[in-house]
């Protein structure tokens, strides 16, 4: 499932596509390894099969899992029907006055209905939330059509991805190595 992962963020489905398959084939039960093949089947355009896929999926979340039903709200709506998708975006407006719900999720069905403002809203509100979603801003298919507004690009400047981790150590002379 890893090295799929690296082939979406790199949009070579068909590769990802493969890697998938082998991980559903090793573990058929694996909620994520069908949310990730259908997420890329959304990317490739196969509406159908990522619809199939996802359903699988939503079959294997439990009972309140909102990333893989955010996720079908995604493909759907990106394959022309909103309705699902703002089914789920009530619903998890509803829920959040009761449980948590990852603004993660909530930026992936506001992308697919289009909302880029609430998706900018959601994305900010990762970030603050420190999720280790964010970390992937830079390289995620997901945020494509954000890319260039600047809003976004702010968003992406505060993450500091070229920031050093910590200030350089100094290291003793009798630790240095010797010059090559």
């Known amino acids: 499932r890893s090295l799929g992962y690296c082939y979406l963020y790199a949009r070579r489905y068909d590769p990802a596509r493969y890697h998938l398959d082998r991980a559903i084939a090793m573990n058929p039960v694996a909620e994520e390894s069908h949310r990730i093949q259908g997420l890329i089947l959304t990317f490739a355009g196969d509406f159908a099969g990522a619809e199939r896929v996802l359903r699988e999926a939503l079959s294997l979340a439990p009972p309140n899992g909102a990333t893989t039903k955010a996720t079908l709200a995604y493909s759907l709506a990106r ?52 999720r280790g979603w964010a970390a992937y801003l830079r390289v995620h298919p997901l945020v494509d059509e954000l890319r260039g507004d600047p809003r976004f690009e702010a968003l992406v400047a505060k993450m ?21």
Not at 95 to 119: C, F, K, W
Not at 170 to 180: I, K, T
Request: hydrophobic residues 45%; without cysteine.
């Open 79 to 130: 394959a022309g029907d909103q309705t699902y998708a703002r089914a789920v975006a009530a619903e998890f407006e509803r829920r959040m006055q009761t449980e948590y719900i990852s603004p993660v999720d909530l930026t992936m069905v506001q992308l697919g209905l289009g909302n880029r403002d609430a998706a900018l809203d959601w994305i900010d509100r990762s970030i603050a939330e420190r």
């Open 160 to 180: 500091t991805f070229d920031a050093p981790a910590a200030p350089p150590i100094a290291v003793p002379p009798s630790l240095a190595l010797p010059p090559v």
